[in-house]
């Protein structure tokens, strides 16, 4: 059985989990579904969930020693894993766990809609789950001008920084389905771009200026005619990824959720003016795709 069988878990669509950053979300109820999903797929009654709100601001959250600390102020501790409840909502993007020294077992559970999900393990016993999006990777916005000075630089290059512990050379990576998936090899991640509005030109520069080097030529393509650049988001990923130097990049399971929108959740096919009634009431009630990582202490 693979590690993506055992370890790591795609979902698709959860119709009863909102995304703990969407508005007027109640949050035991998000303790609740994460805690259903947590015994559904992990039979230890004792492990703890771990759920990141999955809201742009770029935050690591890393488990080292059995405690659980932010990456940037690793002074600002949480608790050791022993004291923590049985579900536990983090503000940030990411979460890294070391499995050795584990008082008890672990579940990362990201929920996501359209950004990718990138879940991942090394040889020596690190475990993460990653929320991939222009914002965290690149620091574009075209809505929150205030993300650009809160932006801390690649959310994938403090991943694989020292501190974190995760060796890219070390490493296996599992990319779930997102908007413009490898899968389909489609171009349903557009943006504007008119002389009135340069999202994609902006989009653009940001990610030269985080990544100088990535040839942007096979995973972008620009409509003129109709004011529109799209971004192959599934190239554009694995090409960070291999830069990187990841040793195993798997993307059987990076299909489109917007060619999907039957089996994922997607804010831009739910959107769209043709969307159906069912698709307009799934947008209201911000569902998620679910992405699980189980972890044994060793």
Not at 100 to 114: E, G, H, I, S, Y
Not at 189 to 215: A, F, H, V
Request: proline letters at 5%; glycine letters at 6%.
């Amino acid at each position: 059985m693979s590690d993506l069988e055992t370890n790591f878990h795609f979902l698709g669509r959860n119709e009863d989990s909102p995304n703990p950053c969407s508005p007027n979300i109640d949050e035991s109820s998000c303790k609740k579904t994460a805690l259903v999903l947590t015994r559904r797929y992990c039979n230890m009654p004792n492990a703890v969930t771990m759920l990141p709100m999955c809201a742009h601001t770029g935050k690591i959250h890393l488990v080292k020693d059995g405690t659980l600390v932010l990456q940037e102020d690793p002074s600002h501790a949480y608790g050791s894993l022993h004291l923590l409840d049985e579900v536990v909502i983090l503000s940030g993007d990411a979460v890294v766990v070391d499995s050795k020294n584990l008082a008890r077992p672990c579940v990362l559970q990201l929920r996501t809609r359209d950004c990718v999900p990138l879940l991942g393990m090394t040889d020596d016993g690190i475990y993460f789950a990653a929320h991939l999006s222009a914002e965290t990777l690149f620091g574009f916005t075209s809505t929150k001008k205030s993300a650009f000075e809160q932006f801390k630089g690649s959310l994938l290059n403090r991943l694989f920084a020292n501190d974190a512990g995760v060796d890219p050379a070390k490493c296996d990576v599992f990319v779930g389905p997102a908007i413009s998936g490898l899968q389909n090899n489609c171009w349903c991640y557009e943006y504007t771009e008119t002389p009135e509005q340069k999202d994609g030109s902006l989009l653009l520069n940001c990610i030269s200026k985080e990544y100088p080097n990535l040839n942007t030529t096979d995973f972008v393509r620009i409509r003129p005619k109709d004011g529109k650049i799209d971004v192959n988001f599934g190239h554009l990923i694995r090409s960070i990824l291999e830069l990187h130097g990841i040793r195993n990049i798997d993307t059987s399971e990076n299909h489109c959720t917007a060619c999907n929108s039957s089996e994922f959740y997607s804010d831009r096919a739910f959107r769209r003016p043709d969307a159906s009634t069912e698709e307009q009431q799934l947008l209201a009630k911000k569902v998620a795709n679910i992405g699980l990582v189980v972890i044994q202490p060793t």
